[in-house]
């Protein structure tokens, strides 16, 4: 695979590394599009939602959209969605592993 892709690749995972990040896509999948409406719902202050919001911008994440005063945020690519599905997943079926082996242990 070329390295170029390799970099891309790492820099979008990066995008996604921060769980306020992870937690402001979820909120747009549940359909919250304004800062606005993200922050409170976060319960994060404005400027830190805007420096995470800037990074998943930058990396070609989320698309923003002004509406007069207000700016909507879209998803760039809806499969950023099966992503962190698929991260889920893993996540779930480690935890389950570690939980098997814990428990086959002797005390």
Same mark, same amino acid.
């Given at each position: ?20 990040r992870?937690?402001? !896509?979820?909120?747009? %999948?549940? &359909? ?5 409406? $993200? =922050?409170? #719902? ?19 994440? !989320?698309?923003?959209? %002004?509406? &007069? ?5 879209? $998803? =760039?690519? #809806? ?8 991260t ?20």
């Amino acid at each position: 695979m070329p390295v170029i892709s390799t970099k891309l690749r790492a820099r979008l995972l990066d995008a996604l590394a921060h769980p306020n990040r992870v937690r402001i !896509l979820e909120a747009i %999948r549940s &359909g919250h599009t304004c800062s606005c409406e $993200i =922050a409170p #719902e976060l319960d994060l202050e404005q400027s830190n939602l805007s420096r995470h919001m800037k990074i998943l911008v930058d990396r070609g994440v !989320l698309v923003p959209e %002004r509406d &007069g005063v207000r700016i909507n945020y879209r $998803i =760039a690519d #809806e499969d950023i969605f099966k992503l962190l599905d698929l991260t889920g997943e893993l996540v779930r079926r480690n935890a389950e592993r570690s939980i098997l082996e814990e428990a086959g242990k002797p005390s």
